[in-house]
């Protein structure tokens, strides 16, 4: 992300399923994002209510309180979510999703959800998981 002059990063797992129109969907809703949002997660494994607090709503965005991940399936980083995560970020020793979840706290991240989400684990749908 250091050599490009994009303010957003998309990061996806490998069995993401996109729901219908899903770049249009994103595009047209990154216009309105307010400034001081520094991660948006696009996708989840689990029903909204089943993950952290919900603090508000913002337009059809859900304001997540932290540990303000829902797997790690489908999510953005604002370029400032970035720099402020890898200034003092060297290794880690959980897996991503927690990792991301601690990472986002420790810099006070504000986090958005997509309500509803665009991303679907296949995982859970479709394919079968060689983890148990």
Request: net charge negative; proline share 4%; charged share 25%.
């Amino acid at each position: 992300m250091t050599n490009s002059e994009k303010d957003w990063i998309l990061v996806l797992e490998d069995d993401a399923i996109f729901k219908e129109k899903f770049g249009l969907k994103i595009k047209k809703q990154l216009e309105d994002i307010p400034d001081l949002v520094g991660a948006i997660f696009i996708g989840g494994g689990f029903p909204q209510e089943r993950t952290s607090l919900t603090l508000g709503e913002w337009g059809n965005f859900l304001i997540k309180h932290h540990p303000a991940t829902n797997t790690t399936i489908g999510y953005m980083l604002r370029r400032s979510a970035v720099e402020k995560i890898m200034k003092d970020f060297s290794t880690f020793d959980m897996p991503i999703d927690y990792e991301l979840a601690y990472l986002l706290m420790r810099t006070n991240t504000l986090v958005f959800h997509q309500d509803p989400y665009s991303i679907q684990e296949g995982s859970k749908l479709v394919y079968s998981s060689s983890i148990r």
